[in-house]
């Protein structure tokens, strides 16, 4: 009997396997595809990180350093702002925010997640590609976890399975946990251009949510946009790249989970990462989140005893629910009516000490100082 059969191979499914393996825990942990793809990710992550994948990973995954955002509240065309407007925000309608250094990191997100689970790997963890978990079975003392691979069905038991397998969770279902509040659909493709600039580029045109350009290096630039259902994604996508008069290829597209559910614990198993909804609210960024609450629940969760699994639901929201909750107050402000947004905008551009994995941040020293010493236009 496995201590813990972990459903799905992203970043947070792999962290815990890590960190769980590495506590002598017997792990199994089971990939539908081929880890990290098909692709539907930016990749846009705060530089911390790197604290989840040691050294070395550095250098082979990233693309790009970023140090702020351009938000605009028009489209590319009605602002005719584009990459080459400055940080000080020279293009009408245009409002930077931004730090004296690196701010954040665009990363190859396949090479993450393949980087991810061969730490998984060297820990320890049985990793296995090609395993669809098909059916999740709970019982008083055990799970069973029944997946299709390439040798054929097999059923095995755990003491706890652990759902990371993603928005659409199956093992969410199966456990008859609730779903997130909210599903946003992301869309997202790339252009051949080299850009290594240090700004990313917001623009608010897309309902409740918004449309970015994001330059990757040599790796080209990435266009997406996000919204929630009924709005017509693809139509705006399209106006996005006209307003840039770019041609982009490699499109794809995937959900964003808004809102964790009440409870993401159940008698024998639990969830991790989008299957959680552990997203930011204003960006739909949940990377980070996954790791740091899989190493919550690396941290306190004992299979031998499942009442444990109380002080994972505890631990992470302690650490993270007043940072989604001002998150949702924050997207608020990507519905207000235009003139409010510029007016809102204007007022608070500029240099920030805010992190931007944690809204909460915005009451820190560091932002104050940074606000206190720049001329607010
Ligand atoms: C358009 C878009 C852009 C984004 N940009 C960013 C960004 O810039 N920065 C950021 O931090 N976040 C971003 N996100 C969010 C980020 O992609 C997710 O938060 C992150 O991928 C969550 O990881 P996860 O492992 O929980 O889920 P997923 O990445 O969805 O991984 C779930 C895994 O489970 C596997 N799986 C599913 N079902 C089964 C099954 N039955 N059996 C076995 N395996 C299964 C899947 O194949 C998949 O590999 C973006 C999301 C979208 C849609």
């Not at 954040?104 to 998984?120: K, M, P, Q, W």
């Not at 840039?244 to 159940?266: F, K």
Request: proline share 6%; hydrophobic share 35%; charged share 25%.
């Amino acid at each position: 009997m496995y201590d813990f059969v972990v459903v799905g191979v992203g970043p947070p499914g792999a962290r815990f396997a890590r960190r769980a393996a590495e506590d002598g825990r017997d792990v199994l942990a089971l990939e539908s595809g081929s880890v990290g793809e098909p692709l539907a990710c930016s990749g846009h992550v705060s530089t911390d990180v790197w604290a989840y994948t040691g050294s070395g990973a550095r250098e082979e995954l990233l693309q790009n350093e970023i140090s702020g955002a351009r938000f605009h509240v028009g489209g590319p065309s009605r602002n005719g702002s584009t990459a080459a407007d400055g940080p000080n925000g020279d293009a009408r309608d245009t409002y930077p925010f931004y730090k004296q250094g690196v701010v954040s990191n665009v990363i190859d997100r396949v090479g993450l997640d393949r980087y991810l689970a061969e730490l998984a790997r060297e820990a320890g963890a049985d990793v296995r590609d090609g395993h669809t978990v098909t059916e999740i079975r709970e019982h008083r003392d055990r799970v069973e976890v029944t997946a299709k691979g390439p040798d054929g069905t097999e059923t095995v038991e755990a003491k706890l399975v652990v759902g990371c397998d993603g928005p659409r969770s199956r093992v969410r279902e199966a456990l008859s946990l609730p779903d997130p509040d909210e599903f946003l659909h992301g869309v997202l493709a790339f252009s051949a251009e080299d850009d290594d600039g240090d700004f990313v580029d917001v623009h608010l045109t897309a309902p409740r949510f918004f449309a970015w350009r994001i330059p990757r290096g040599e790796a080209g630039v990435e266009y997406g946009l996000a919204a929630p259902p009924g709005v017509q994604v693809n139509r705006h996508f399209e106006d996005l790249v006209d307003g840039y008069e770019i041609d982009v290829a490699h499109r794809c597209s995937g959900t964003i989970p808004i809102g964790p559910p009440d409870g993401v614990t159940s008698r024998r198993g639990f969830l991790i990462g989008d299957a959680a909804a552990q997203t930011k609210p204003f960006t739909g960024g949940g990377i980070l989140y996954g790791m740091t609450c899989a190493d919550h629940a690396a941290r306190v969760v004992d299979p031998d005893r499942p009442r444990t699994l109380a002080a994972y639901e505890r631990a992470w929201r302690e650490d993270l629910e007043r940072e989604i909750r001002l998150g949702s107050w924050l997207r608020r402000a990507y519905s207000l009516p235009e003139p409010i947004q510029r007016v809102g905008l204007r007022a608070l551009s500029g240099e920030i000490g805010v992190h931007m994995d944690r809204p909460t941040s915005v009451f820190s020293k560091a932002h104050l100082k940074a606000t206190f010493g720049n001329s607010r236009g």
